[in-house]
């Protein structure tokens, strides 16, 4: 089932079960009534016509049943229109947006995430791209392909009833017409389909290296050439479109090669019936145009085969992604201390591990420092607790956790809602609160809007050191029993640095602390320091040891 389109129809019918099946409920009734009106419409003229023809027939003709009728179906057209909109699309909106927070559930996994941060136009097609391609598999395949079975079964068996076997033609003719069409669109598509989204993401990746690093190019002297790369995928994705073309307008000629065949087969039999005096011009007129009604669905069902391609592509990719099971944050229940045994990890494309039998302990409301050469593995410490890397061997027991690192990590949107990400329910006064703690409470203040403010990408319209203590706010807001601080004052001036610090320091008692570092400042809040080294716990002191004062001092200074 991995990756495969169904694990989607399934996901569909779990989210929008009863919808999926009104919509189809309501597109068979609107496709049926149109029939049916085109056909009572065609006969009510055509025999009023002919009553009209001498005044006995026009003084008995009864133009009010057919007209009622008329009238009726319409409306039953019209009001299933409606509700065929409201429903289906009612239906898909509901269905991708609860797939667009799955699948950014299972592309936070590590691994996935990771692999796709490497490729960011593809990160960005499978959010997009990947999502809204799929309501073209209900809204424009699966309707129209079952309006049009159904339309073909009802024709058969009605017309059947009406003239014998020979009403089963129209109706076997539609089938194998709508058949071959999503047979060619699909076998096209898919080709063409697939070459067009590379080239549409080799084309935005291209661009984006153009405007990104314009000034780069320009130094180097190469920017033609990174415009010629850029205009090399235009080119492509061009081809792809004309592919894309010629494959709908071949659909578009059988579509008329079939609609030509099946009416001029339908005035030939009706020619053969009116010879052996079954029919007359009125029953001629409701069959032919009867005939039309039935063909309503091929135009949508030849949009939606070019695209079947697509679809099953992208059904299949954001499969693949959802039948991942969704990443839990590392945390062992009941736990307070944090404990690695016996771990041996290894990165991806590492050639041996960087972790070997690595053991360590801290007990409960301990605050350590991590020290160590660049390389020597803190990093990788902390994406070990944070689950973020997992161990090959090995057992981590991690009571929840919170992280503070040296990205600010901030998004295009409010100051409240950069906050609240770290706490939906929390309310205003909480967060002016941590804003206060974290020295930012009056620049939020005198910001127009002020938790309302608008911030821009990663936080433009604060400074870097104010970034920071937005981040450090939100940080606070989490009540978590562990704290995990990656090397937090790196790179800051001194005060900012002092108000992390002092702000970490007050609200430190009770909690644990890991706390990786270079800098003596960050070390100086810790009771125990570790050293790591390849690995390796290398040295391992606690307050109070004279040899804890010198490691102190082999750190840098601010
Ligand atoms: N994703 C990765 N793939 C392969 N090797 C990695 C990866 N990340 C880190 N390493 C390697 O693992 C080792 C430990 O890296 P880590 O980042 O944990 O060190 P660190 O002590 O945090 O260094 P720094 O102080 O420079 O941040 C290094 O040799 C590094 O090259």
């Not at 089932?1 to 694990?7: D, F, I, T, Y």
């Not at 009510?44 to 002919?50: D, K, P, S």
């Not at 590590?110 to 990947?130: C, K, M, T």
């Not at 995928?233 to 592919?243: I, M, N, Q, V």
Request: glycine share 12%; with cysteine; hydrophobic share 50%.
């Amino acid at each position: 089932m991995r990756g495969h389109p169904l694990l989607l129809f399934r996901l569909f019918r779990q989210a929008a079960g009863w919808k999926l099946g009104l919509g189809l409920l309501t597109a068979g009734i609107t496709a049926l009534a149109g029939a049916a009106l085109l056909g009572l419409s065609g006969w009510f003229i055509t025999a009023t016509g002919i009553a009209g023809l001498s005044a006995g027939t026009a003084l008995v003709f009864d133009v009010f049943r057919p007209g009622a009728g008329v009238r009726a179906l319409a409306l039953l057209r019209t009001g299933a229109r409606y509700g065929e909109r409201l429903a289906t699309h009612d239906a898909t909106l509901s269905v991708i947006a609860g797939l667009r927070v799955r699948l950014f559930q299972a592309l936070a996994r590590p691994g996935l995430g990771r692999a796709l941060v490497q490729r960011p136009g593809r990160l960005l097609f499978r959010i997009s791209g990947d999502l809204d391609t799929l309501d073209t598999l209900y809204l424009r395949l699966l309707i129209p392909a079952c309006v049009l079975a159904v339309l073909a079964l009802v024709s058969m068996v009605a017309l059947a009833l009406l003239m014998g076997w020979a009403g089963l033609l129209p109706g076997l003719f539609l089938l194998l017409v709508g058949l071959v069409m999503l047979v060619l669109g699909g076998r096209g598509g898919l080709v063409a389909g697939g070459k067009r989204a590379a080239a549409l993401e080799a084309l935005r990746l291209r661009l984006l290296d153009l405007v990104a690093g314009r000034v780069e190019w320009r130094l180097a002297g190469r920017q033609e050439q990174a415009a010629y790369l850029a205009l090399l995928a235009e080119g492509r994705l061009r081809r792809a479109d004309d592919r894309l073309n010629r494959l709908e307008s071949g659909l578009t000629l059988w579509q008329g090669l079939a609609a030509t065949a099946l009416l001029s087969g339908g005035v030939i039999l009706c020619a053969e019936l009116v010879e052996r005096q079954l029919f007359g011009g009125p029953a001629v007129a409701l069959f032919l145009l009867i005939l039309l009604g039935l063909m309503e669905p091929l135009g949508p069902l030849r949009r939606g085969a070019v695209e079947l391609g697509r679809s099953l592509r992208a059904a299949r990719r954001v499969g693949d992604a959802l039948s991942q099971p969704v990443p839990q944050q590392a945390v062992s229940p009941g736990t307070r201390d944090v404990i690695l045994s016996a771990i041996r990890f290894r990165h991806d494309s590492a050639s041996a591990p960087l972790f070997d039998g690595f053991s360590l302990s801290i007990p409960a409301g301990q605050h350590v420092a991590v020290i160590g050469d660049s390389g020597a593995g803190k990093s990788s410490l902390v994406a070990l607790l944070t689950g973020e890397a997992r161990p090959d061997t090995g057992s981590i027991a991690v009571p929840p956790w919170a992280l503070l690192g040296q990205d600010a990590a901030l998004f295009q949107d409010s100051v409240r809602a950069n906050l609240l990400l770290a706490d939906p329910d929390a309310d205003d006064t909480r967060l002016w609160a941590v804003l206060e703690q974290a020295g930012l409470e009056r620049v939020v203040r005198e910001m127009p809007g002020g938790l309302d403010a608008a911030l821009g990408e990663g936080g433009t319209g604060l400074s870097s050191g104010q970034r920071r203590r937005l981040a450090l706010a939100r940080f606070l807001l989490q009540d978590k029993p562990l704290w995990l601080l990656d090397e937090v004052t790196e790179g800051i001036d001194l005060s900012v640095a002092a108000t992390i610090l002092t702000k970490i320091k007050a609200s430190a008692a009770g909690r644990t602390i890991l706390l990786v570092t270079h800098l003596r400042r960050e070390a100086a809040l810790a009771d125990r320091i570790i050293r790591l080294s390849h690995g390796r716990v290398v040295m391992d002191l606690t307050r109070g040891d004279p040899a804890f004062d010198v490691a102190l001092s082999t750190l840098r200074p601010d």
